[in-house]
């Protein structure tokens, strides 16, 4: 394994929260985000924040989230936000998102995020005071 990718899991794995997206490949997730989350340490991720993301070609792949990618992380025991984020080519201009609805659910994930990590850290700090 490559210094860069111990690295990146490092990251991943001492991260307070998380945000994981990846392109949906014939309808998961793509060989390289499973290698990658392979690779992570099994108790690593348990009642880390999650918020799952992807992007397809269309509509159709929009189950992703909760068809491939959150039994992923029920696997790691993370907390997985129940609000995920599917985007298409036809939500980006230019790189950029420009479907309102889709910029406004993106923000509301924002929040949950950081109350969901609150919460861990709470939770942590009463269990080191018994």
């Known amino acids: 394994m490559t210094d860069a990718v111990e690295q990146a899991l490092a990251v991943v794995e001492e991260a307070d929260v998380l945000v994981v997206a990846t392109p949906v490949f014939r309808g998961s997730y793509t060989g390289l985000f499973k290698r990658f989350f392979d690779l992570i340490g099994q108790d690593t991720l348990t009642d880390k924040p ?23 992380f029920s696997f790691f025991q993370a907390r997985t936000l ?3 984020v599917y985007a298409t080519d036809k939500d980006f201009v230019e790189r950029d998102l420009s479907d309102q609805a889709l910029i406004e659910r993106a923000k509301r994930a924002l929040p949950l995020l950081e109350l969901t990590r609150n919460a861990r850290h709470s939770a942590a700090e009463r269990m080191l005071t018994v």
């Open 82 to 84: 129940p609000l995920g």
């Open 50 to 72: 999650v918020l799952l993301a992807a992007t397809g070609g269309s509509q159709r792949h929009a189950l992703v989230i909760d068809h491939q990618i959150r039994p992923l």
